[in-house]
């Protein structure tokens, strides 16, 4: 796939897409808009599943929303709201350190750019640029297995990690498409273009496709 049939097939993957369903964190964030509370629902969604980050973080934020209500927050009344997610007592402390941090050496707030956002402890380029995406409205690309997988699937990007699927990505795709292509590429990923044995039958785009990397599929 070319850009050039990327731009032709991004309007059949939209319309598609009315009819998967979208990822919790993609409907939580278009809520919301609190750049905190995307940071630390993105962090509890590492490995969990939807339907577990949804819940934890509507536990947690009932309890604390905000950096100086988190950071007050014992460690084990964190792990205990957000369990069971997946290495909860790990993000507990990480997501007490990172309110902490944010309070001491960002004046409460989030910090709006990659390099900010890099050095909370805990944050990788996925999560930074979900939170510039989705919690700052700025121009970023949130790159996850869903969007590493399926872009070098299509022969858009040859890479061997999302980092570098984000950098590609930044050089070759028009800016307009960057902030939306995490959550529709991860609804598309879930329901349409699986990992092992992807549903080609009912894909829009069938056509664009290289398939690189596909053997079964139904």
Request: charged share 25%; aromatic share 8%; hydrophobic share 40%.
């Given at each position: 796939m070319t850009v050039k049939e990327f731009i032709k097939a991004w309007p059949k993957i939209k319309k598609q897409l009315n009819s998967l369903r979208v990822p919790w964190l993609e409907n939580f964030a278009a809520l919301h808009r609190d750049p905190f509370r995307i940071l630390i629902s993105c962090i509890l969604s590492l490995r969990t599943q939807d339907?577990?980050?949804?819940?934890?973080?509507?536990?947690?934020f009932k309890l604390a929303g905000t950096p100086a209500s988190l950071s007050r927050l014992a460690v084990k009344t964190i792990e205990k709201a957000i369990y069971p997610v997946g290495f909860y007592r790990v993000k507990a402390r990480t997501v007490k350190d990172i309110s902490g941090k944010i309070i001491r050496e960002h004046g409460s707030q989030v910090p709006d750019t990659?390099?900010?956002?890099?050095?909370?402890?805990?944050?990788?380029r996925?999560?930074?640029?979900?939170?510039?995406?989705?919690?700052?409205?700025?121009?970023?690309?949130?790159?996850?297995?869903?969007?590493?997988?399926?872009?070098?699937?299509?022969?858009?990007?040859?890479?061997?990690?999302?980092?570098?699927?984000?950098?590609?990505?930044?050089?070759?795709?028009?800016?307009?498409?960057?902030?939306?292509?995490?959550?529709?590429?991860?609804?598309?990923?879930q329901n349409i273009c699986q990992p092992l044995s992807p549903f080609c039958s009912r894909c829009k785009i069938y056509s664009f496709c290289d398939r690189r990397g596909v053997g079964r599929h139904r």
């Open positions: 339907k577990t980050t949804g819940a934890a973080s509507e536990r947690l990659i390099e900010g956002l890099l050095s909370l402890k805990g944050v990788g996925k999560t930074a640029n979900l939170v510039l995406t989705r919690g700052f409205n700025k121009f970023g690309i949130c790159v996850d297995t869903h969007v590493h997988r399926i872009t070098n699937r299509w022969g858009l990007v040859s890479t061997k990690s999302p980092d570098e699927t984000e950098l590609a990505l930044r050089d070759t795709l028009p800016r307009r498409y960057w902030k939306g292509l995490n959550g529709i590429l991860v609804a598309f990923g």
